[in-house]
């Protein structure tokens, strides 16, 4: 199995939205509604942020989004703040219980 | 509410084995709920699935390190653990335990809700 395609960088400005998006095959992305998103900032441990694709964990804010077309899953965050600056990762269920990340975005706020 | 420790030497020397434990508090690994999962990251780099088992000793292995992994478990003691045969630098990372909620009841289903803090592994002589 091959990692997922991340853009190695993002950015966007207070306030902006930015989407980072998140393509692998049909075998992982595309065939399960299993695409989850972390972010990590530095010397921390990745948090969920987005599971089931357009999911949120309870404590996470509405600023941040998911959605999956074919065989890329997206994370948009709206009205960009300055603690979003992070690395964000996607994860896919690729099935028999196996699991593949992404290689990562970092996400600048400007 | 889970929480997840990971423990185990902070140093490995090449070609000898890692090993390291994850001790899981505020549940039971007998869950039939749970896979128990790890997880890696290079220094710099992204994250990387190692593996994950069910507390029956079931593992689904990362196919690139199958030949070289050990996943087990003690319900015993409420743990389970890695071990990571003929090491080199790339193994080098942040060791993540993470429990991965597979069933149809799971609120984060098929995703990585809980993380331990993390523990670094140098290979180096």
């Known amino acids: 199995q091959s990692a997922l395609t991340q853009p190695p960088s993002a950015s966007g400005s207070p306030g902006q939205s930015v989407t980072i998006s998140c393509t692998g095959t049909?075998?992982?992305?595309?065939?399960?509604?299993?695409v989850s998103w972390y972010q990590q900032h530095p010397g921390k441990a990745p948090k969920l942020m987005i599971y089931e694709v357009t999911k949120r964990p309870s404590g996470v804010p509405d600023r941040f989004s998911g959605s999956k077309s074919g065989n890329t899953a997206s994370l948009t965050v709206s009205g960009l703040q300055a603690e979003d600056e992070a690395h964000y990762y996607c994860d896919s269920y690729a099935g028999n219980n196996n699991v593949v990340f992404g290689g990562g975005t970092k996400l600048t706020v400007l | 509410q889970l929480q997840l420790q990971e423990s185990g030497p902070g140093l490995v020397k090449p070609s000898e084995t890692l090993s390291l434990t994850c001790t899981v508090s505020g549940g039971s690994i007998s869950s039939s709920s749970y896979y128990w999962g790890w997880i890696r990251q290079p220094p710099g780099k992204g994250l990387e699935w190692i593996g994950t088992i069910y507390h029956t000793g079931y593992t689904y292995y990362n196919p690139s390190l199958k030949s070289r992994l050990t996943i087990s478990v003690d319900t015993s003691k409420n743990q389970y653990s890695l071990q990571v045969n003929s090491v080199t630098a790339a193994d080098t990372a942040v060791y993540y335990c993470?429990?991965?909620?597979?069933?149809?009841?799971?609120?984060?289903?098929?995703?990585?809700?809980?993380w331990g803090q993390g523990t670094t592994v140098t290979v180096s002589s």
């Open positions: 049909s075998s992982d992305v595309g065939g399960y509604d299993y």
């Open positions: 993470a429990p991965y909620c597979f069933a149809t009841s799971c609120y984060t289903r098929r995703a990585f809700g809980v």
